[in-house]
């Protein structure tokens, strides 16, 4: 029967492996935001072109690899929910942020950049300019990068929160069993001292 420590370690690697795979899947798209974010003065008409035609081209992708991604996503949450069946007193709040910040990551996906995509094919953007867009649709990216960024490093300090306890709690049975022995070894003598004494009154 595995126990609850390693299910919760596994849920870990499954929250990062899930987090690593999106952010690699968005962080490709910075190939073509990038400059039209930070480099304004550099931008052409062309690399709008090429920017739109890009996001034109992801809703094209086939369903399959959609699928893909939305259950490398659920597994992410299911990393989440196991390590949540019995958090940490002491640390629950950052596990419940992880779980919030990796939701909010789905959230933007769903609210921005698939919407995003959408308006890339039918050229409707609402109140702004089709370049106008393309830029919200460029940050929306940069927005869940970051997003899935703070979930990995809420993950890490959890890591590194768990090892101390663990370290600490090691070295606290460790001098208890110590202060034990040392306890034991000294009952004998004393013992032994009160039995030659006795001895010795009774001769």
């Given at each position: 029967m595995i126990s609850y420590k390693a299910m919760c370690t596994l849920g870990s690697a499954v929250i990062l492996v899930s987090t690593s795979f999106i952010m690699g899947v968005f962080y490709s798209n910075l190939a073509y935001d990038y400059k039209i974010l930070f480099q304004p003065a550099l931008v052409t008409a062309e690399d709008f072109e090429r920017t739109l035609k890009h996001y034109q081209f992801l809703n094209e992708v086939g369903q399959p690899l959609l699928y893909i991604l939305s259950?490398?996503?659920f597994l992410g949450l299911v990393?989440?929910?196991?390590?949540?069946y019995k958090p940490n007193e002491d640390l629950k709040l950052f596990e419940y942020a992880s779980l919030g910040m990796f939701v909010m990551g789905i959230c933007v996906f769903i609210t921005n950049i698939k919407t995003g995509i959408e308006c890339s094919l039918t050229g409707n953007w609402g109140e702004v300019t089709e370049n106008q867009g393309i830029a919200v649709?460029?940050?929306s990216n940069i927005i869940l990068l970051c997003v899935f960024l703070g979930v990995l490093l809420l993950q890490a300090g959890l890591w590194w929160a768990n090892?101390?306890?663990?370290?600490r709690m090691k070295q606290f049975y460790a001098e208890e069993a110590k202060e034990a022995?040392?306890?034991?070894?000294?009952?004998?003598?004393?013992?032994?001292?009160?039995?030659?004494?006795q001895n010795k009154k009774n001769k």
């Open positions: 259950a490398i996503a990393g989440h929910m196991v390590r949540l649709l460029g940050s090892y101390d306890l663990d370290t022995t040392a306890k034991k070894e000294q009952t004998p003598k004393k013992g032994g001292k009160k039995l030659a004494a």
